[in-house]
T-cell receptor, first 113, second 113 residues
Framework: DQQVKQNSPSLSVQEGRISILNCDYT??????FLWYKKYPAEGPTFLIS?????DKNEDGRFTVFLNKSAKHLSLHIVPSQPGDSAVYFC????????????FGKGITLSVRP | EAQVTQNPRYLITVTGKKLTVTCSQN?????MSWYRQDPGLGLRQIYY???????DKGDVPEGYKVSRKEKRNFPLILESPSPNQTSLYFC????????????FGSGTRLTVV
């Protein structure tokens, strides 16, 4: 049973446009969500997170939105740059989970120059 | 530089030949974990450790062992590797078991023939 779902395997956008990466979850206990970015031949790196007490968190070009009622979060990248081309993983955790992160399958973002 | 170091980066081995993938972190993190990444399956947790001498199974522990004798090291042991353990492995650590983002190693590409 996949608790964190990234249903679109890939996304291609033009440089300068907005990239919207979606993530859905099924476990209502999740109260913290993160996005990781992964380049080939490297480990994932932390990008941005959001707690369930918020519905938005912004860091530069990256904004994460959380809709708890829909169990849905999204990562917006504005403007998109070619260097943003990578695999993006959505992850979730909850208080008492002993730091365990449950990851989605990832989405490959390609930003065209 | 704060980092998680895995070795080796690449390994090809034969079925049944015991191997160990090492993982070391220099951030004094309490929590460490092993993940494997497979196409279409994302990142799945193998084992985790909340502190020295405290380890527990993740979602896919079969065929793996771990130990945590020192805070900085968390080796992954495959006693009798099989081809279905061919995968990309990541070690990760975080500051505490409460809940925090992970720092990942660069990965170990394992092929079992």
């Amino acid at each position: 049973d996949q608790q964190v779902k990234q249903n679109s395997p890939s996304l291609s956008v033009q440089e300068g446009r907005i990239s919207i990466l979606n993530c859905d979850y099924t476990n209502s206990m999740f109260d913290y969500f993160l996005w990781y970015k992964k380049y080939p031949a490297e480990g994932p790196t932390f990008l941005i997170s959001i707690s369930s007490i918020k519905d938005k968190n912004e860091d530069g070009r990256f904004t994460v939105f959380l809709n708890k009622s829909a169990k849905h979060l999204s990562l917006h990248i504005v403007p998109s740059q070619p260097g943003d081309s990578a695999v993006y993983f959505c992850a979730a955790s909850y208080t008492g989970a002993n730091s365990k992160l449950t990851f989605g399958k990832g989405i490959t973002l390609s930003v065209r120059p | 530089e704060a980092q998680v170091t895995q070795n080796p980066r690449y390994l090809i081995t034969v079925t049944g030949k015991k191997l160990t993938v090492t993982c070391s972190q220099n951030m004094n993190h309490e929590y460490m974990s092993w993940y494997r990444q497979d196409p279409g399956l994302g990142l799945r947790q193998i084992y985790y450790s909340m502190n020295v001498e405290v380890t527990d199974k993740g979602d896919v522990p079969e065929g793996y062992k771990v130990s945590r004798k020192e805070k900085r090291n968390f080796p992954l042991i495959l006693e009798s590797p099989s081809p279905n353990q061919t995968s990309l492995y990541f070690c990760a650590s975080s500051l505490s078991w409460g809940w925090a983002g992970y720092t990942f190693g660069s990965g170990t590409r394992l092929t079992v023939v």
